[in-house]
């Protein structure tokens, strides 16, 4: 089942069964959606999607025998910031895009790069430093740490996949090494990056995907020794305490908590600021090579799905797995780009529709690709 027949069966069934159009299709979606959302926050997990889905006969004499693989995979690219959970809205957004009645008044001009680790800290940075710093040192504020501009402070972003080091005298480093991609040579490369003489940190900090090892009823900050002795063999926060504490070993190095409140699927407490699409879709801190492009619309393409800017305003998320489709082990596909850019096209093309229905308009699109992509295409891989 793709993703493209899940969408057209939803509609279908509601449509055709109930005779509905799209306001009422969503309509309805809501009103079943109050069932399981039972906050109200707006947001749903795999199992009440699943519930969802078989409430409005979308599984019904359906044989599907990869549906719940489907639904995982669907869910993973929806669930943009990887806690589990999708934005009611989005997934309704989602449900309604329909790729097949583009019209002709838009055109597009499109220019596909692949970001850097480098460019991606870089953006990262004026996130957290610049476009974001009032709100950020309130919530360092609120925590009991000091102020970005302190120089005792070390900030460190562990994502999944990649670690970014951050301070007041301008450090922005980025090595690829994270919670679920352990590389002991990475993670050397970041210390010997941070440990200068003139530096003498007093307070460390790890915030972004780490924080999610802790639980809800743990304070904002933990001692990251703690987490570590709570922690599996070589999970991240072992290997990072190791490194930090033979490093810095008066620093106190500590743990923010991105935990979420099961009730209210919330943080429970407010995360910084410093998601490098922030600076991304207002085309702050681009690389030199798009200097001369000025995009209308940015595709912000990582792992399992790509998210469609305009106007420094999110218009849409599209499931595409770029580590499938574009990825063969250590392999980089790069005879399927022109592919994936036109499924992207098509994409950013019914979002115009959807947007601007009555005005004809030419775009220049923008593609920034991260992710194993990025990495492939950086190391030179064989094609």
């Known amino acids: 089942m793709s993703f493209d027949g899940l969408r057209i069966r939803v509609r279908k069934v509601l449509s055709g069964r109930l005779s509905l159009c799209c306001s009422e299709v969503k309509h309805t979606l809501h009103q079943v959606l109050r069932r399981v ?48 959970f999708v934005d009611v809205d989005e997934f309704l957004d989602w449900v309604l895009l329909d790729k097949t009645e583009v019209s002709s008044l838009h055109t597009l001009q499109t220019r596909h790069i692949f970001l850097s680790a480098e460019d991606e800290a870089r953006m990262e940075r004026i996130a957290l430093f610049d476009l974001e710093c009032q709100e950020n040192n309130g919530i360092l504020a609120q925590a009991g740490l000091c102020e970005l501009t302190d120089p005792k402070l070390l900030l460190l972003s562990v994502g999944s996949s990649s670690t970014q080091a951050y301070d007041a005298a301008g450090l922005s480093v980025s090595v690829p090494t994270g919670t679920k991609v352990v590389n002991g040579q990475a993670l050397q490369d970041l210390i010997s990056g941070i440990k200068q003489p003139a530096l003498a940190y007093q307070e460390i900090v790890l915030i972004n995907s780490i924080g999610y090892s802790l639980k809800p009823n743990d304070p904002v900050l933990v001692d990251l020794k703690e987490l570590a002795t709570r922690s599996p063999a070589q999970s991240a926060a072992q290997r990072f305490h190791v490194a930090l504490k033979e ?19 919330r943080y429970k407490f407010p995360q910084l600021l410093n998601d490098f699409s922030l600076s991304l879709t207002k085309g702050c801190g681009l690389p030199e090579e798009s200097f001369d492009f000025h995009p209308d619309i940015i595709v912000d393409w990582g792992g399992s799905s790509y998210k469609v800017f305009m106007d420094g305003k999110r218009i849409g998320t599209e499931v595409m797995d770029a580590n499938a489709f574009l990825c063969d082990g250590d392999t980089l596909l790069r005879d399927r780009l022109p592919i994936a850019v036109k499924e992207i096209e098509a994409c950013v093309l019914a979002l115009l529709q959807r947007e601007m229905p009555e005005r004809s308009a030419h775009k220049k699109v923008l593609i920034a690709q991260t992710g194993k992509a990025r990495e492939l295409a950086m190391r030179g891989c064989k094609i």
């Open 247 to 265: 490093a810095f070993p008066l620093a106190q190095t500590r743990v923010y908590n991105r935990a979420k409140d099961p009730q209210t699927k």
């Open 37 to 84: 959302d039972s906050n109200g926050d707006g947001y749903i997990d795999k199992d009440e999607l699943y519930y969802v889905l078989d409430r409005v006969g979308t599984f019904k004499k359906a044989k599907w025998s990869n549906l719940h693989e489907t639904l995982d995979r669907l869910l993973a690219g929806l669930d943009t910031n990887g806690d589990g």
